[in-house]
């Protein structure tokens, strides 16, 4: 079981909660809008996963970089990126989501670096990371694997607050921090807004090469592409875990995992239930109950190898009654497919099945429940 980590319940409140200049109703928004997001955006799943060991999104010999909940340091963001060597942590960003009217941004939600930190008395180990990671350092890693983040969630800035405004800043660290934060976001591009922060945007191309020797050109370049590998690496790790973004006028209404459901015919492995090469009843269940109105149910697939027409249907009264059914066919790379359906009234012991074929290959992490908003 996942253990919880201790948060006071009031840390928004606290004046050096994410940066020094929010106000206390921006503290509070900033605080409620990430965990809001998580929830629209990770499967529950991942969720649990967060507050355990976290999601693994690379790794490189002994070192590895995990996304969990920051235990260590909540007031400098809720989410931290781990690198660890052999198992013990050296270097850590910390960051939350946070609502982008808050910083006068066009987006609705972008990540807020608020923390960069090696462990104490790491120095060894934060040199050998550097060194199975190309001779990149571990800060510069794991900005690479927040722009995976980034990517997979399809937000287009990244967000750092600067020196004075970390809370731990004074006058005898000012020196050390504005080494750690500004020099850093200066260096890999980010733009410094009137409100104090950086901006990083990732389809922005910042080319250094021409201006420095020709000698050290081919040494960046080779840096770069490793950043671009690790970046993807964390996309594609996080690829499960994320949900599909929704159409407007559309909220989740549940979520039913593959451990809520039953199978007769697949393979239950973590988190998900695959195909065996048996024909028939992959998932059925879980027999819930729903107000009348208008749904789509997605089903949440991955490792798709074959598709092998397989059916996805919704039934009512323990499969006596049928509401919606669809073959599919065929299917584009990471799509969930989707069945609409109407209830003309409030149903009890609904089920969302799906009816694999011998020749399908894949593996269904759970069923996803959208209700149109009245």
């Given amino acids: 079981m ?17 940066a020094r200049s929010l106000s206390a109703s921006e503290r509070l928004a900033c605080h409620f809008h990430n965990y809001a997001y998580l929830c629209d955006r990770l499967t529950p799943s991942a969720l649990l996963a967060l507050y355990g060991d976290g999601v693994e999104l ?33 270097y850590a960003l910390g960051f939350s989501f946070v609502p982008g009217a808050v910083f006068r941004a066009d987006e609705p939600t972008l990540p807020l670096i608020s923390r960069m930190q090696g462990a104490a008395r790491s120095f060894e180990d934060i040199r050998a990371a550097t060194k199975m990671f190309g001779d990149i350092a ?19 800035h990244i967000l750092g607050a600067p020196a004075h405004l970390q809370p731990s800043y004074s006058e005898r660290n000012a020196e050390a ?36 020797p020709a000698k050290h050109r081919a040494r960046t370049k080779a840096k770069r592409r490793l950043k671009t590998a690790l970046a993807a690496e964390a996309a594609a790790a996080l690829a499960a875990h994320v949900l599909p973004g929704l159409a407007p006028g559309w909220r989740r209404a549940a979520h039913f995992m593959a451990e809520h459901v039953s199978t007769r015919v697949g393979e239950r492995r973590a988190g998900v239930i695959a195909t065996s090469g048996k024909a028939g009843f992959l998932l059925f269940g879980p027999y819930a109950y729903l107000e009348a109105g208008d749904y789509e149910a997605a089903f949440l697939l991955e490792d798709v190898t074959r598709c092998g027409d397989f059916v996805i249907d919704v039934m009512a009264q323990r499969g006596g009654t049928p509401i919606a059914q669809r073959t599919v066919a065929a299917l584009a790379p990471g799509e969930a497919p989707v069945l609409a359906f109407h209830l003309a009234q409030a149903t009890d012991d609904l089920e969302f099945r799906l009816f694999a074929s011998a020749e399908s290959a894949f593996a269904v992490r759970g069923v996803e429940l959208r209700a149109r908003q009245t």
Avoid: W
């Fill in 58 to 90: 690379f790794s490189r010999d002994e070192a590895a970089c995990r996304l969990a909940v920051n235990r260590k340091a909540p007031n400098q963001g809720e989410l931290s990126l781990n690198l660890s060597v052999g198992g013990e942590e050296v």
């Fill in 2 to 18: 996942a253990s919880f980590p201790h948060r006071p319940i009031a840390i928004f409140l606290q004046p050096n909660y994410l």
């Fill in 138 to 156: 571990p800060q510069a890693v794991l900005f690479a694997a927040l722009l995976g983040v980034a990517e997979r969630l399809a937000i287009r």
């Fill in 177 to 212: 921090l504005t080494r750690n934060y500004d020099a850093f976001f200066a260096a890999v591009g980010a733009a410094r807004e009137s409100g104090g922060f950086y901006v990083y945007d990732r389809a922005r191309f910042a080319d250094i090469l021409d201006h420095m």
